[in-house]
């Protein structure tokens, strides 16, 4: 291949302009006029409670209300792997802060005041918050009705539990894994809930018009998806697809919060309900919280058998999610750990269990990393007890069990091109491995933490990414696609692969967000799958163009096609060296004929990508059979910490992440995910603490008591190094590395810390407070108290017992 | 969200004229000065007053002068104004170290210092700086002014002395007039702003005379007597810090709640006194760190 | 309803407004300025920063009545004749992502060059901390705000030197 000109610059952001000049629009920014309507929702106080009465009539009466709706205006599920999700709750509320009614009015304080004024007559009944009393015998069944839930065909729901969806795996033979292994050692591992925090709220503007037009203005990660479950949830009105446009500008950070649909459907519901006028719903900070989704709890219980050598024989994996009270998404959370929890390594034998378990809490469902920086942190702390155990070195174990190409996956396919080696070397290298550092202060220590990641996305078999392209009659282009820029530079990214296609420089490209109506298909902006797939779509595209462009030339001028080629927005020709036509001068208007006619006309093009080769057929038991996952991205991080013996306190001095991207389509970009994936990471291991009570309540939905990283909270140095072994179906190579760079975070730091100071953490998050009381002897659990209220009730070793289910 | 309750806003042209709304309106009249606390509560509805009265146009009661050798902090002088005057820098840094500490820059730039110790929540990281040296509030109401000692400004919780259709004008600071240095060590979640876990300020004056305070280690801001006492006319030896660190733990009656236990509150008041007198000595034999970092998170000296 | 006068990116604009209508909401919805963002609606998050009488401040605790007679600046009214030289570095370094936060970090950080045209990449971070953005990590933002002030101040310099 040729030196690229385009693909692996690190070109400028597309929108970076707008967005330091505030020109950026995000959906609260847009202008509806006078005749804009203001939701208010009414909310469940209760995690669990019949609805026994609700009584609007003074709501109803107040000057500038409009509507108030309740469940049963609307009588619909949805959901998009499960519809157990209500688009207001209609005879049971399942979780504190769930929406019973909504109050529509001309300004947001009416609505607000007239909400205050519903009345719903309740009855309380017992709620289950905790994992084993929702897997007891005779535990309260969050959904009776499950068995008559309708879901997609790769989940196992059990009917009459609160099991929501159970994943097996099943290779080769663990027990004799385990019996041919020098060492089997098994531990519990702890992770709470975290909030994804974009700073953007969820906000959506529906306008249902008389002509039965539905448009949603929504903040969201799936434009498509959105219609699709709308138009799913809303057929008994008669809605359709071709009823239903959503209109999607810049997000405000999504990290999994805004796939989906979540608080939307309230705001597709009430434009029906509010028909001619359109109706504003944005969540605020607390609603955010505790009202989207929340990244889900985990209890994992792993197995592992060692040889002497540092093979591993086996790994047994149980984990038990909190997916809340709906788990309509995050249920496909768990199916994809299910798949993939022996993380990056060679493992002759495997069983995973995952399983998917509702309780009364709010719902679970993605977010970055998609239960991938959950396990990793169980997986990635027993790895370095496991090489301890049998004194070999944590990296040189590591190295020695990692994953190459050709590998066979716990569900029997087989692994794609990898640099895991590479990512592994490189990043002991950077943090100068097995060197041991000494703090200049008495009572700090310093310690160093490896782990390595993988993860694929985890996608329907069928979805798919399409792109339009049109060129100007400047000859500048305008790439169409449903693709959603959350941050990434995806818009940037798609310029790139257009630009190296077709030598037009990104800063002549635009990419728009989407619009259902006008830009291509995407599937959703999830699963750090967009650069590959949405990739893959637009290369198509703008090959679709050349082709066309070439042949316009071809005509006019009879040159054999395969003389022809582009160079700097130019047709230029190997047989006629002195030939150099602008694109600008025919992409639109054609080419001129000796006979004065005109050849040719607008070029524009379409290309499309879905993986064909993938598959959910895996056999319920054992997972075999299928080829659920496209690919998996992996790699290796590490980081110097220095520990306060005395405080607990933890200061990241040196941070390290490799990745093999495959290719990196744009490098200053892969760096930005690189970094800003590690501070949200290790946010998660150090600070972040979801909160609540004994009742259920979310007691810190706020970032007063919810610490994200302020830009005190960084490391003192990041150091993001890009592999690429290239991804054979990718776009010029290039695979996916959104979420990747947050999931070693959490074992870094426990791994650290216990090299620093010889704790071993088992439970997220790693407070300074959690290490200072360790310290001492004092165990955290033991003095938390229950007003620090935490998912999790109970001894973490007592739910081993669920190992004992899993047949 | 927006603010949902109804209330009358006034911006009376004099002091006596705002004391007597205040004074007409009673417990339904709120004074507005940054407002950083009172419209965020007004938003989550924690308080509905029918007036809010905004003292913002006083220009006596603006910036930080000096008075009867006190400085004087008006009732309009942010936390900014704190972190930025040359004579709190060279008279009193420890104010500095304190107000660098409060929130963040876009806060601090509408907080007031005074707002900080009326709003009188257990964290308030004014209330122990003012408490080590004995600062006296300045109120003005219709029956007149009156001077509450800090000691006695503090009720409990969202609890001061000031009384219905009173105004708190003033903060004033005596100088010591002796030799002095302090530190104010914050204990937050993490570096970046937060919410006092605990704090505690050290004062050590010429002449081995020691004065600590707490906050958010009981219900209102609080002094160390006994911590105070044990110290007193000794010099600071490794077993003496030890010691007072223990007995420190015994002055404060910290509580467990969504920022901390109470065991980790205990046990970081130990150290934090510690490394308080140990930075505050430093400092007074014209050594240890400048003035603006906080022991907790960076290396002790 | 009490009428304020504002000076608003050196025009002066008035409004009507209720006594408990913040500054953020009526900037936003009566006076059309979408730049300031609503984050947290209580100080905690810094989308909502603008400039009142040049020093950045929540928009979001702040009501609108209280302004009555000042100055506020926006993104809006910065770097109206192109970009500053700060929004520039912004633009080198690919400084945001999904530039929500951006409009309140953009007028912090040209407060903060205004206040101290060299600041280090610490006194960065402490004027920033105020502001937060889930994506980036900040480095970038930092960096870019530290290379701002450095070629700033390196422009005068020059200048003298003529």
Redesign the interface.
């Known amino acids: 291949m040729t030196a690229m000109k385009f693909v692996g610059q ?1 070109a ?2 597309i ?8 020109a ?3 959906v ?2 847009l ?1 509806f006029g006078p005749n804009l309507l203001y939701a208010e929702v009414v909310e469940s106080p209760h995690a669990h409670a019949l609805i026994k009465r609700i009584d609007a009539s003074r709501a109803k009466k107040v000057p500038g209300v409009v509507r108030v709706v309740t469940g049963k205006d609307f009588p619909y599920t949805f959901g998009l792997y499960m519809q157990d999700r209500f688009i207001f709750a209609r005879d049971r509320v399942r979780f504190v802060g769930e929406q019973v009614a909504a109050v529509v009015a001309r300004d ?2 009416t609505a ?2 007239a909400a ?1 004024l519903v009345k719903v007559t309740y009855e309380p009944l017992p709620h289950v918050l905790d994992l084993k009393e929702a897997l007891g015998e005779d535990a309260l069944l969050v959904h009776p009705d499950l068995k008559n839930y309708s879901h997609c065909p790769w989940f196992f729901p059990v009917a009459d539990t609160n099991i929501a969806h159970w994943r097996k795996t099943r290779k080769g033979d663990v027990e004799q894994g385990f019996r041919e292994a020098d060492m089997v050692f098994e531990d519990t591992y702890t992770v709470p809930r975290y909030a ?6 969820h906000v959506i503007v529906g306008q249902y018009d008389l002509a039965g037009r539905l448009t949603l203005w929504s903040s969201s990660q799936s434009p498509y998806t959105q219609r699709h479950v709308f138009a799913e949830a809303l057929a008994p009105l008669g809605l359709k697809h071709q009823d239903i446009r959503v209109i999607t500008p ?6 999994g919060g805004k796939a989906g649909v979540s608080m939307e459907i309230i705001a597709a519901a009430l434009a029906l309900a509010v028909k001619g006028s359109p109706v504003k719903v ?1 969540w ?2 607390e609603q955010e919280f505790y009202n989207t989704y929340q990244r889900q709890g985990v209890i994992a219980r792993i197995k592992m058998g060692v040889k002497k050598d540092g093979a591993i024989t086996a790994i047994e994996h149980t984990l038990h999610w909190d997916a809340g009270a709906y788990v309509e998404y995050g249920a496909n959370v768990v199916n994809a750990v299910g798949l993939s929890a022996t993380g990056p390594y060679r493992v002759p034998n495997v069983k995973i269990d995952s399983v998917c378990v509702y309780t009364n809490l709010p719902p679970g469902g993605p977010y970055r990393g998609f239960g991938y920086s959950e396990f990793h942190f169980g997986l990635e702390s027993h790895m370095n007890r496991v090489a301890k155990m049998i004194e070999m070195d944590p990296v040189e174990f590591r190295r020695r069990n990692a994953i190459r190409e050709g590998d066979t996956l716990p569900y029997g396919a087989h692994m794609n091109p990898c640099g895991l080696v590479e990512a592994i070397d490189k990043a002991a290298a950077e943090i100068a491995w097995g060197k041991k550092e000494e703090s ?2 008495p ?2 220590a310093i310690g160093k933490g490896f782990a390595c990641f993988w993860k694929a996305p985890a996608m329907p078999p069928n979805a798919a990414s399409a792109a339009f392209l049109k060129f100007n009659e400047d000859g500048s282009l305008n790439i169409s696609v449903s693709g959603m ?5 995806f818009l940037t990214v798609m310029a790139q692969i257009a630009a190296e296609v077709l030598t037009v420089p990104p800063g002549r490209i635009r990419v728009e967000t989407p619009d259902t109506d006008r830009n291509a298909y995407e599937w959703q902006t999830v699963g750090s799958h967009v650069t590959w797939g949405c990739g893959n779509a637009v290369k198509a595209a703008a090959e679709e163009v050349r082709d066309k462009m070439l042949q316009v030339v071809h005509r006019v001028h009879g040159f054999a096609k395969e003389d022809l080629y582009f160079e700097d927005e130019h047709v230029k020709c190997r047989s006629k060296p002195d030939f150099a036509l602008p694109f600008k001068d025919f992409v639109i208007s054609g080419i001129q004929t000796p006979h004065g006619n005109f050849l040719g006309g607008p070029i524009l093009g379409s290309g499309m990508f879905m993986p064909e080769f993938t598959s959910a057929t895996g056999d319920p038991e054992t997972s075999q059979g299928g080829h659920p996952n496209v690919h998996y991205t992996v790699g290796a991080a590490g980081i110097v910490l220095e520990v306060d013996r ?2 607990g ?1 933890m200061r990241v001095l040196k941070a390290v992440l490799a990745v093999d991207v495959g290719q990196a389509i744009n490098p ?2 892969v760096r ?1 995910q690189i ?6 990471g290790l946010a998660t291991a ?2 972040e603490d979801i ?1 609540y009570s004994l009742e259920g309540k979310l ?2 939905p ?4 919810y ?8 490391p003192d140095k ?1 150091v993001p190094i890009i592999i690429e072994v290239a991804q054979p179906d990718g776009p010029f190579g290039a695979r996916g590395v959104g979420e990747h760079t947050m999931i070693a975070a959490a074992a870094l730091v426990a791994n650290a810390l216990e090299d620093a100071v010889g704790l071993r953490i088992k439970s997220l998050p790693l ?3 959690k290490v ?2 360790e310290l ?1 002897g ?1 165990r ?1 659990d033991d ?3 229950s ?2 209220g935490l998912c999790f009730m109970g001894d973490p070793q007592q739910y081993a017992f669920f190992t004992k289910n899993s047949k | 969200m927006s603010i949902a309750c109804e209330f009358d806003y006034r911006k009376p042209k004099t002091l006596s004229k705002a004391i007597r709304l205040l004074a007409k309106r009673g417990r339904q009249a709120r004074v507005l000065a940054g407002g950083t606390d009172l419209v965020g509560w007004l938003r989550d509805a924690l308080v509905a007053p029918d007036l809010l009265v905004d003292i913002k146009g006083f220009d006596d009661l603006k910036g930080i002068g000096v008075k009867n050798r006190a400085l004087v902090i008006g009732a309009l002088a942010t936390f900014s104004d704190v972190l930025e005057s040359d004579l709190v820098a060279e008279k009193l840094p420890l104010f500095r170290e304190m107000a660098g500490m409060v929130a963040s820059n876009g806060v601090r730039n509408r907080a007031t210092l005074v707002g900080n110790i009326c709003s009188a929540v257990p964290c308030c990281d004014a209330g122990p700086v003012l408490q080590v040296y004995n600062a006296v509030v300045h109120v003005r109401g219709p029956n007149g002014k009156r001077k509450i000692p800090i000691g006695q400004w503090f009720l409990g919780p969202r609890k001061t002395a000031l009384r219905p259709g009173e105004l708190a004008t003033s903060v004033a600071v005596p100088f010591p007039g002796k030799k002095h240095a302090g530190c104010f060590v914050k204990l937050k979640r993490y570096r970046g702003e937060d919410l006092a876990q605990a704090s505690v300020a050290v004062l050590i004056l010429a002449g081995r005379e020691y004065r600590l305070a707490f906050g958010a280690v009981a219900p209102i801001a609080v002094r160390g007597p006994r911590t105070e006492a044990l110290l007193k006319g000794k010099a600071l030896s490794p077993d003496l810090l030890e010691e007072a660190g223990r007995l420190a733990v015994e002055e404060v009656v910290p509580i467990t709640d969504i920022r901390s236990t109470k065991e980790y509150r205990a046990l970081m008041v130990e150290v934090m006194v510690r490394r308080g007198l140990k930075t505050a000595a430093s400092r007074l034999a014209g050594k240890g760190p400048a003035y603006g970092i906080n022991v907790m998170e960076e290396d002790a000296p | 309803m009490k009428k304020i006068n504002l000076i608003l990116n050196g025009e002066s604009r008035t409004a009507a407004v209720a006594p408990h209508e913040v500054l953020l909401d009526v900037l936003r919805e009566k006076l059309g300025v979408k730049s300031p963002k609503v984050g947290c609606e209580r100080g905690d998050c810094g989308a909502c920063t603008i400039l009142l009488d040049g020093k950045p401040v929540c928009s979001c605790l702040i009501l609108a009545v209280e302004v009555d007679g000042q100055e506020i600046t926006t993104l809006e009214g910065v770097g109206r004749n192109g970009p500053t030289p700060l929004q520039q570095s912004f633009i080198r370094h690919n400084a945001f992502q999904c530039g929500f936060c951006a409009p309140g970090i953009v007028l912090a950080a040209t407060a903060l060059l205004e206040k101290n045209p060299q600041p280090s990449a610490h006194e960065a971070q402490e004027a920033l901390s105020g502001n937060l953005c889930r994506c980036t990590g900040y480095e970038a933002i930092i960096e870019s705000v530290v290379e701002a002030g450095r070629e700033g101040g390196g422009k005068k310099k020059s200048r003298k030197g003529q």
Do not use: W
């Open positions: 690190s400028t952001r929108d970076e302009l707008a967005k330091v000049t505030g950026a629009q995000f609260d920014d202008d947001p304080v607000r005041r205050r994804h925090c974009a700073i953007e709220p810049f997000v405000g950070g999504g990290f944005r605020t900070r200049t202060s009572h700090k820029e959350i941050g990434q530079g005395e405080t306190k200053d970009l930005s970094v800003g994936g590690l501070v949200q150090l600070y909160r007691l810190n706020n970032f007063t008591d610490k994200i990283p302020t830009a005190l909270d960084i990041i407070t300074a407070e200072a009381l001492r004092i955290y003095v938390k108290g007003t620090m």
